[in-house]
């Protein structure tokens, strides 16, 4: 198993220490890009994929359950897991 997929398989166990430099990793695995907006908010963005919005998280890198919860539903609604 590559590194990918031992992270998507980590993100899919929904821990509660999932950083943002992980979920940076998971999302451009998928195709996507990060773009910065105004002070905390990021999108990513894909070719033909649907856009994330989310806040990075400061000053500890973990990301709350709910947003992971808001990726995961992004991913699987556009099957890409």
Known sequence: MGRQEKLKERFLTRPSDF??????????GY???LQRNKG???VFKGD???RIYL???H????IKQCYLDDVREVLENGDLI
Do not use: D
């Open 19 to 28: 950083t943002w430099s992980e979920l940076v990793r998971l999302l451009k």
């Open 31 to 33: 195709g996507y890009t």
């Open 40 to 42: 905390s908010r990021r």
């Open 48 to 50: 033909g994929l649907p």
């Open 55 to 57: 806040h990075e998280p």
């Open 59 to 62: 000053p500890s890198k973990v």
